[in-house]
């Protein structure tokens, strides 16, 4: 693979990343230009959602069929062709149509990226690939916010989406360069029942969540979407089961590393989708902040994250992925909890510094299980394996949110104080619990987990290294 490739992909996964958050301090601006109000806008960020809810499950088996790179290709252009209709849209509708756009080029471009990645990366050379990979996962949503409230206050709110489209043009001239040719796998035929069931059952479970974390529509709606939503998805499992090859295989959970890493990673991702939603509520309602002051502060997560890829190639060779998951988990516990001590009165460098060392350390776990998941995957699986992992990871995207929320409402149901300040100090103590939970499944693996990707080798009286 080009030394390019990994920062081409990047800014792909970057774009996607950003762009599910990026108008969430823009909607009331959107709001009054489309003349309806900020709540039924809030509409559109779902169905962005719900668009990588429905179409994630099937980009392993367009990019088998098609060819990973071709599929890559046409999924910007997908993503720019919705962030174009995004920027002109005139009506309520023509906007959230725009975005369901939007949301199917999304959902192609993370798993698709990295199967391009893990099909052409040699193992040796994977962690640092991947460091790169994965920074923008973990900095994405945290910018978001920030840059949508600075280019609506400074521009107008068209350029959140207009400036997708320089950019998607350079992604696509240097993807058709300097992306290495996937050849085409030969999928049996689409397993169209599995699509209809996994794409009902994420789509349902994305809405509910969101529409209950984030009120559009009335919460009785929300419940009964995530209701639909799980029960399709238990109806796919049963069918998953039975079909030869069904559009999820989810016998790739028999390969331990794989299996472990998604456990750990669904219950981190819970606790981290959870931080975008708590902190910058917390700094703007509790700590007076205005949204672009909170963007600022919580924006130095994603700056530490971007120290992660220099040194982390040499840290997993040294420690092992075991080792230095673990140590990831409960140093990232100890950074959210550390938000629960957060008042008005504390000085802006205290939070700053906590919060650039806690994103250093999570962007370390998110690299090392993204890596150590897919170390025992073959070749010919890793479309299938990136669609699985991709979809779970957008469904417990919005069990963060709606996590977030549901701790907020117990304590004001509790104390008869809503958002209170005590309310988000009791959410970031549960988000470190979730933190230490993550790790457990990482403890359950051997010492030697994945050190043919790492290098670490573990020799005791004499023994050769430990291989898993």
């Not at 367009?62 to 995004?86: E, T």
């Not at 939007?102 to 991947?130: C, D, F, N, Y």
């Not at 794989?258 to 981190?268: A, D, E, L, P």
């Not at 963007?295 to 130095?300: L, P």
């Amino acid at each position: 693979m080009h030394r390019y490739a990994p920062l081409i992909l990047a800014v792909a996964l970057f774009m996607e990343q950003m762009d599910s958050t990026v108008i969430a301090t823009s909607l009331p601006a959107i709001a009054a230009d489309l003349d309806v109000g900020p709540i039924t806008l809030k509409l559109a960020m779902t169905s962005y959602l719900v668009a990588l809810g429905v179409f994630i499950p099937l980009s392993g088996w367009a990019a088998d069929r098609f060819g990973a790179k071709r599929v890559f290709l046409w999924a910007i252009g997908v993503f720019m062709a919705g962030s174009l209709l995004c920027a002109i849209a005139d009506s309520v509708h023509a906007f959230v149509l725009a975005r369901f756009l939007q949301g199917m080029g999304g959902s192609m471009t993370v798993p698709v990226g990295r199967a391009i990645l893990l099909r052409s990366t040699k193992k040796s050379e994977l962690v640092s690939a991947m460091a790169m990979f994965t920074i923008p996962g973990v900095i994405g949503p945290l910018v978001g916010p920030p840059i949508g409230g600075f280019i609506t206050t400074y521009f107008s709110w068209e350029w959140i989406f207009l400036i997708n489209l320089p950019i998607g043009v350079a992604g696509i001239l240097l993807s058709a360069i300097y992306l290495p040719h996937i050849e085409r796998e030969s999928p049996p035929p689409v397993d169209v029942k599995g699509f209809i069931l996994s794409g009902v059952g994420a789509a349902g479970l994305v809405f509910g969540l969101s529409v209950i974390s984030m009120p559009a529509l009335p919460p009785l709606v929300g419940a009964a979407a995530a209701v639909v939503g799980a029960l399709a998805l238990l109806l796919f499992v049963r069918h998953a089961r039975r079909h030869p090859h069904p559009l999820l295989e989810l016998r790739l959970f028999s390969i331990e590393t794989f299996r472990s890493c998604v456990t750990s990673g669904t219950i981190f991702r819970i606790a981290m989708g959870a931080m975008p939603f708590l902190l910058p509520l917390m700094l703007q309602l509790g700590f007076g902040m205005t949204a672009f002051q909170s963007g600022m502060i919580t924006f130095t997560a994603a700056a530490g994250a971007l120290f992660t890829k220099a040194i982390a190639r040499h840290v997993f060779a040294r420690f092992g992925f075991r080792r230095t998951l673990l140590a990831a988990a409960a140093l990232s516990a100890i950074g959210s909890a550390a938000n629960a001590f957060f008042y008005p009165d504390t000085p802006h460098i205290v939070m700053i510094v906590v919060l650039f060392m806690t994103g250093f350390v999570r962007s370390f776990f998110f690299t090392g299980i993204n890596v150590l998941g897919f170390a025992d995957i073959e070749r010919p699986q890793t479309g299938q394996a990136t669609a699985l992992n991709a979809t779970i990871q957008q469904i417990t995207g919005a069990l963060g949110v709606a996590f977030a929320g549901i701790v907020l409402e117990i304590h004001a149901l509790a104390t008869g104080q809503e958002l209170a300040l005590a309310g988000f100090h009791i959410a970031f103590l549960c988000v470190a619990v979730l933190n230490i939970l993550a790790a457990i499944p990482i403890w359950r693996l051997p010492p030697g987990a994945g050190s043919d990707v790492s290098g670490h080798r573990i020799e005791a009286a004499g023994d050769p290294p430990i291989k898993v």
